[in-house]
C-alpha cells in the first residue's frame, strides 16, 4: 500500500497520560499536515511540514501537543498529560509540492488515529 | 477570518436522483478549493481540486463548479448511487499569507437511499 499510513488507528487514554501517533507519509511527498477533527465538524488545521522543517502551528496546538519530522520522512505527534477535550480524530496528511511550488496540492489523508481520552 | 458553509448539512435522496451539494466561503482572496469524501471512522479522499483561475472541474459522475466572486462552489451528483453514500467537505486554501492549510466545512451527510 503506497497511501498515507497512521498508527495506532485507535486508542484510550486515562487523563493524564501521554500519547503519541505516527504518519508515514506518501514517499515522494515532501509537505506532511496533521489536522484534528471532531464529531460532526469539519478537520481543524494543527501543523504541517515541509521536509523536515515545521513551517507553521495552529493557535489549537498547546504547549502539550509536539509534532516532528526528524529525517522529513515520517512524522510523529505527541499529546503530554491527556484531556477529555483532546478526544478526536487526529489525521496526517501529505501533498507534493503544490502548483507553482506553492500552495497545497491535492491532500491525500491517511485513514486517522481517533484518540478517545476517558 | 475564513468560514466556509456547508448546506445542506444532511441530504436523503433515493438511488437514481441527481443532488447539488452547497458550499460558501466568505473570503474570495482563495488559492484553490477541494472537495472530499469522507466514509463513518474514516479519512478523506480528495475527489475534485479547483484552482482559483478554474470555474470547474469533472470526475466521472461529479462536477464541481466555483464562483469566486460570490464565495460559493457546488458539488453535482449525477445519477446517485447507495455507495455514494458519505459525508461531503468542502475545504479552500487562502491566496496569500502563507499557510498553506485548508480551512474546511462542517460537510454534507449525504445518504442515498435503493
Known amino acids: 500500500d503506497t497511501g498515507v499510513s497512521q498508527d495506532p488507528r485507535h486508542k484510550i487514554t486515562k487523563r493524564g497520560q501521554n500519547v503519541t501517533f505516527r504518519c508515514d507519509p506518501i514517499?515522494?511527498?515532501?509537505?506532511l499536515y496533521w489536522y484534528r477533527q471532531t464529531l460532526g465538524q469539519g478537520p481543524e488545521f494543527l501543523t504541517y511540514?515541509?521536509?523536515?522543517?515545521?513551517?507553521?502551528k495552529s493557535r489549537l496546538l498547546s504547549d502539550r501537543f509536539s509534532a516532528e519530522r526528524p529525517k522529513g520522512s515520517f512524522s510523529t505527534l505527541e499529546i503530554q498529560r491527556t484531556e477529555q477535550g483532546d478526544s478526536a480524530m487526529y489525521l496526517c496528511?501529505?501533498?507534493?509540492?503544490?502548483?507553482?511550488?506553492?500552495?497545497?496540492?491535492?491532500?491525500?489523508f491517511g485513514e486517522g488515529s481517533r484518540l478517545t481520552v476517558l | 477570518k475564513q468560514e466556509v458553509t456547508q448546506i445542506p448539512a444532511a441530504l436523503s435522496v433515493p438511488e437514481g436522483e441527481n443532488l447539488v451539494l452547497n458550499c460558501s466561503f466568505t473570503?474570495?482572496?482563495?488559492?484553490?478549493l477541494q472537495w472530499f469524501r469522507q466514509d463513518p471512522g474514516k479519512g478523506l479522499t480528495s475527489l475534485l481540486l479547483?484552482?482559483?483561475?478554474?470555474r470547474e472541474q469533472t470526475s466521472g459522475r461529479l462536477n464541481a463548479s466555483l464562483d469566486k466572486s460570490s464565495g460559493r462552489s457546488t458539488l453535482y451528483i449525477a445519477a446517485s448511487q447507495p455507495g455514494d453514500s458519505a459525508t461531503y467537505l468542502c475545504?479552500?486554501?487562502?491566496?496569500?499569507?502563507?499557510?498553506?492549510?485548508?480551512?474546511f466545512g462542517t460537510g454534507t451527510q449525504l445518504k442515498v437511499e435503493l
Open positions: 514517499s515522494e511527498h515532501n509537505r
Open positions: 496528511a501529505s501533498s507534493p509540492v503544490g502548483w507553482k511550488g506553492r500552495g497545497v496540492g491535492e491532500l491525500f
Open positions: 473570503d474570495s482572496a482563495i488559492y484553490n
Open positions: 511540514f515541509q521536509n523536515e522543517a515545521q513551517l507553521e
Open positions: 479547483i484552482q482559483s483561475s478554474q
Open positions: 475545504a479552500v486554501e487562502r491566496l496569500t499569507g502563507g499557510g498553506n492549510k485548508l480551512t
